[in-house]
């Protein structure tokens, strides 16, 4: 079962649309005892960091998460909430990337907001994943490449578009609003064996 750390989202979430589409168990959860029985857990994509930190403090879920050893999976705000810092509220966040997101200096049309990454390591979430697919990037701030960095992305400036450490990952881009290639990316996720 993967838990779906609940934040904010709520059931008309793509997300959630992909997992009930792909017949693969979830719950969206607050509750420490739920999330800690998981197999697996998604932190999704948040409009706020702000309020989702907030939350977190609030649920008593945020140490819980620091110190949990399950596969994760952090969905572009979701993995900037998996960094040591954020700029966007100038908050503490996870700190299981070293990264500390950033605001990005430059803006994405909406035509514009699909982007080829470019793979610099091996990665499990790329298994099937060719190198010119294409992603939904919808955001302000990235975290900049690191030795965590496991693709790049094909545009100015050059940030990070997935980030692993072990059994964490992150990725900037929306796979839920990336089509057949970022459904693969949440099969690949929910298939781990650990």
Do not use: W
Not at 41 to 46: A, G, K, M, S
Not at 52 to 66: D, G, I, S
Request: charge should be negative; aromatic fraction near 8%; hydrophobic fraction near 40%.
């Amino acid at each position: 079962m993967i838990a779906i750390v609940n934040y904010g989202i709520d059931k008309n979430h793509p997300l959630v649309k992909v997992l009930s589409e792909l017949g693969i168990d979830f719950k969206i959860s607050s509750t420490e005892t739920e999330i800690m029985n998981a197999d697996k857990v998604i932190l999704p994509h948040t409009e706020n960091i702000s309020s989702a930190v907030k939350q977190l403090h609030l649920l008593n879920l945020f140490t819980m998460l620091r110190v949990c050893n399950k596969p994760m999976l952090g969905i572009s705000n979701g993995m900037h909430l998996m960094s040591l810092y954020s700029n966007e509220g100038n908050l503490a966040c996870l700190g299981i990337f070293r990264g500390i997101a950033e605001k990005i200096e430059t803006t994405m049309k909406e035509n514009d907001k699909f982007g080829e990454i470019i793979m610099i390591k091996n990665s499990r979430l790329f298994y099937q994943i060719h190198e010119n697919e294409k992603f939904y990037f919808d955001n302000s701030h990235c975290i900049p490449v690191s030795e965590q960095t496991s693709a790049v992305t094909s545009r100015v400036p050059i940030f990070s578009a997935m980030v692993e450490k072990n059994n964490f990952f992150g990725v900037q881009f929306l796979p839920e609003k990336s089509g057949e290639s970022g459904t693969k990316i949440i099969q690949n996720f929910v298939s781990l064996s650990v």
